[in-house]
C-alpha cells in the first residue's frame, strides 16, 4: 500500500504490484467503452477518467482516450504526501513511469484551474493531459515531457524507468528551442495515441515485462 512517506520509485514499486487486480476491474467498463466507439463518434477525442480503489488501498484514475480504431489507456494511481497535498503517478508497465509532484499541479492551477477542491484539479489535469511525450538529456539528466496542455520538466529518479516531475510551463510561457521541442513531442503524442494494437483485447497494456526497481 502506498503511504504518505515513499518517494517516487515506492509509489510506483507499490502501483506496479497493483496492475493485475486494476486490469481485473477495468475489463468490464473497457469492453463497454469499446462497444459505444463501435457506434457512437462523438466519443473519439473525448478523455474519460475511472476511479477504482483497489484491494491494497491504493487509489486509481484510468485515463481512457479513444480515437477512430484505437482505445488508449493510461493508469495513474494518487495519493496525499505528508504535507498534505495531493501527488499522482502515471504507471506504465512496458516504459517510462512519470511521478507528479504537488508543484506541477500547483503551476497548472495558477494558469487553468482555480478550484479550491485539490483532488478535482488534479481530475482535471489527468484528464487533459494524460499522454506523454517525453525527450531527455543524458549529460544533465533532466527530463522534458510534452502534454496537450503544456510542458513540464523534471529528473531521472531511476534512469529510463522513473522520472520525478517537477514544474508545469503553459504554452505561453515557452522559449524557441523549447516551442521547436514541444512540437515534436506534440507529434510523437499524434503518433503514440493510434497505435497498432487495441488495449484491452489480446495483450493488456500493462503486462510486458519490466526491470526490477
Not at 154 to 174: M, R
Request: with cysteine.
Amino acid at each position: 500500500m502506498i503511504v504518505q512517506s515513499h518517494s517516487p520509485a515506492q509509489v510506483v514499486r507499490e502501483a506496479l504490484h497493483d496492475l493485475p487486480a486494476l486490469w481485473n476491474k477495468m475489463k468490464e467498463p473497457i469492453g463497454r467503452l469499446q462497444r459505444q466507439m463501435r457506434v457512437n463518434k462523438s466519443l473519439r477525442m473525448v478523455p474519460q477518467l475511472h476511479a477504482y480503489r483497489s484491494p491494497e488501498g491504493n487509489n486509481w484514475l484510468v485515463g481512457m482516450l479513444p480515437t477512430k480504431k484505437v482505445l488508449n489507456i493510461v493508469p495513474f494511481v494518487w495519493y496525499r504526501g505528508t504535507d498534505g497535498y495531493y501527488r499522482a503517478a502515471r504507471i506504465v508497465q512496458d516504459g517510462v513511469c512519470h511521478h507528479i509532484t504537488h508543484h506541477v499541479l500547483e503551476k497548472y492551477e495558477e494558469r487553468f484551474n482555480r478550484t479550491t477542491d485539490g483532488l478535482t484539479r488534479l481530475k482535471e489535469f489527468l484528464r487533459e493531459n494524460m499522454v506523454f511525450s517525453t525527450e531527455y538529456c543524458s549529460q544533465s539528466g533532466e527530463v522534458r515531457v510534452g502534454v496537450t496542455q503544456g510542458y513540464i520538466t523534471g529528473t531521472w529518479v531511476v534512469p529510463h524507468q522513473v522520472a520525478q516531475l517537477t514544474t508545469f510551463v503553459d504554452h505561453g510561457k515557452l522559449f524557441k528551442n523549447q516551442l521547436e521541442q514541444m512540437e515534436r513531442m506534440d507529434q510523437q503524442r499524434a503518433e503514440m495515441i493510434r497505435p497498432t494494437r487495441i488495449p484491452g483485447q489480446n495483450v493488456k497494456p500493462w503486462d510486458l515485462p519490466r526491470p526490477s526497481l
